[in-house]
C-alpha cells in the first residue's frame, strides 16, 4: 500500500470505529447531528470536495456528486448512519480497486522491468560503470552473473547461461557461448561474458521492446468507448430519473389523488436509487480488464498495442501464415535419406566429406548432418563441378555427390525425390547409392500451432508463400492448413490477404503471421498483424498490432486464448453489472431495496467486478488442451 | 515534437478522462496516457511551447479528475 492508500484506511478506521460508538450512545436533535457529522466529513471530505469542484467546472455528472448528493441527502432526512455507511462503503470499494491496481501495475512491471542501468567498461584494467548510452559501437563491455546485458552484441569471450523470459516468457535458460549474438535485457546467471556491442544502446533490444510498451498506442476497444459513452448519458440520466423519482410520485399522490405527498419515502428511494446507479462497477473494471489482460500477455512474451487489438483478436476467424519464418525455420537441414542402397548414416558421411571443402549451405547442413568432426586426410582429388555437385575420392573410393544432372553426366541413373526440397544423390565407384532430401525445416510447434487454432474454433488456416507449389503444397498438408496460395510475390501477398478480406463477413476478423521480413505491407493491411520472433526486426515491431516475442507458432494460439479470456471478463462484467444495478433500481423505485441494498450493488458489484477483472492478468495456463506450452 | 512525462492517476478510466482533456487542449496535437507504466506522451502542435502548453494540460487534467497528477 502506498501513502495515499494508507491514509484513506485510517480514515475508513477511524470513521468506522465512530460510527460503532455513536450507536450505542443515546443521542437526539441537533447534537445527534453534530456528532454525526464528525466520522461523515472524515470519510467524505475529499469527495465532497471533488464534488465541489465538478459542478464549479462544469463536470457535474460524476461518481462523485452521485456520492455527495446521496449522502447529503440521507443526512437530510435524519438517515445520519446510512449516509456515513455509504461514504464509508464507497471509500473502501475506492481503496480497494486502487489496491488492486497497484498490485496489478506491479505484478507486470516486475517482468517488464527489462531496463539495463548501466554497462560494465574496462578501462586501463579496472571495470568501470557508465551509463549504456555512452557506449559505442563495437566497444567490449562486461556483463557479469546477475547483471542484466545492456546492450545488443556478440560473445567475444566466456559462456553462460542467459535468462531471456522478461523478453520472451521463456522460462528455460538459454546457453550461450563465444561467437553467439545476445539480446539485451536477458540476465546473465552463471558465467562472466565479454560482449563486444552491434547496436548502441537505444537501438538495442530492450530499449526497443521499452518504448513500445510504453508508447503503445492507447487505442481504444469497442467495449471501452462504449462504456465512456455510456456513462457520458448514463449519469445524467440517473440523476434525472432520481429527481423525477422524488418529485413526481409526491406530487401525483398530492394532486390527483389528494393524499399525503409522503415527501419523505420518495425522496429516500431517489437517493437509494442514485447509490445504486452509481457506475463506478463498469467504468473501473472494463478499462482494468483490457490492461490485465495486455499484461498478462505481456507477461507471455506477447506484446498487444492496444485494447482494440486484443478485441480484434478474440473475434478472429481466419488466420494467414506467411511460410518461411513463421511455420518454418529458414534453414535447411537433412530431412531424410530415400532409396539407399547402403545404411543412411554411410551414405550422409560420404556426401559429407565430399562436400567438405565447400561452403555452400546445403553442404553445411550435411557437415551438421554428419555431426562428428571429419578427417581431411581420408578426402583426396576433390573437383566441384559448378552447377552439378562433387567428386572426390574418400577412403580410396571414387565418390560423387551432386543433383540430377551430375549423374546424368556419368550415366548413372538415378531414382528422382517426389518430396520438396533440395535434393543430393550419391554415387559410389558408379554405382548409384541413394540420395538426400534437404529441406527447410518446420518449426517445433508448427502442427501443434495449426491445430490448436482449429481447436480454437478458427475457421480458416491460408498459406502464402512464394515457394515452389509442391513444396507449399507439402508443408501445408502436413503442417494441417487448409488453403496454401503458392509462387507469390511480396506484391502479390497483400493482394491475395485483401482478397480474403473482402471475402469474410465484416464481424469476423483476419489475422497475418508473419516474421517481419518483408511482410510489414500485408502486417499493415490485415485485421490483426502478428509478427513472429520480433527480437531485432525494426519493421516488424512498426508494423504490426501483435508482436510475439519468440519464434514459437503456438503462442498464436495461445494469444487469441488470453484476448479471448480477456473479452469474456469484459462481457460478464457489463451484464453482471448491469443486470444487478437495473434488478436493484427496480427495487429501489418499488421501496423494497434499502439503503444497504444499495450500497451492496454499488460497492459490493463493483469489489467483485475489479476481482474478475484482475483475473484477467493470469494467463500463465491458458495452453491449448494437451499441448504443454 | 514529443515529450514523455511522468503521471499519477488511481483508476483506470480517470487516466482515460485525463488523455481526453490533454487531448483537447491548445498546442496539443495528440496525447496519450498509459495506465500501465503511468506515463503520459504529449505530441505537441509545431512552433507551440512544451512548457506553456503543459501547464495548461496539467490544469485541464485537474479539472476533469481532482486527484491527478503530471510530474513536469
Redesign the interface.
Known sequence: MNKKQKRVLIRILLSAALMVLLHFIPLSGYFRFCLYMIPYLIIGYDIL??AG?GIW?R?VFDENFLMAVATIGAIFLGEYTEGVAVMLFYQIG?LF??YA?GKS?RN??DLMDIRPDYANIEKNGSMERIDPDEVETGSIIVVQPGEKVPIDGIIVEGSSALNTGALTGESVPREVAKGDEIISGSINMTGVLRVRTIKEFGESTASKILDL??????K?SRS?NF??RF?RYYTPAVCYGALALAILPPLISMIFLGGAPGWEKWIYRALTFLVISCPCAL??SI??S??AG??GAGKEGILVKGSNYLEALSQTKYVVFDKTGTMTQGVFEVNGVHHNQIEADKLIEYAALAEYYSSHPISKSLKKAYGKEIDPSRISDVEEIGGHGVTAVIDGKKVAAGNGKLMRKFGISCQECSSAGTVVHVAVEGNYAGHILISDLKKPHAKEAVSALHKLGISGTVMLTGDRRAAAEQTASELGIETVYSELLPADKVTKVEELLEQKAPKEKLAFVGDGINDAPVLSRADVGIAMGALGSDAAIEAADVVLMDDDPLKIAKAIRISKKCIRIVYENIYFAIGIKILCLVLGAAGIANMWLAIFADVGVMVLAVMNAVRALFVKNLCPKGIPL | MKKTYKIEVDCANCANKMEEAARKTAGVKDAVVNFMTLKMTVEFEEGSEPKAVMQEVLKNCKKVEDDCEIYL
Not at chain 1, 510498451?213 to 492507447?218: G, H, K, L, R
Request: zero cysteines; aromatic letters at 6%.
Open positions: 470536495k471533488k469542484k467546472n463536470q475506492e480497486q486502487s491496481v501495475r507486470i512491471s510498451v510504453e508508447n503503445a498506442s492507447s481504444k471501452e462504456i465512456s456513462a467504468v473501473i478499462p482494468l483490457f490492461f495486455i499484461g
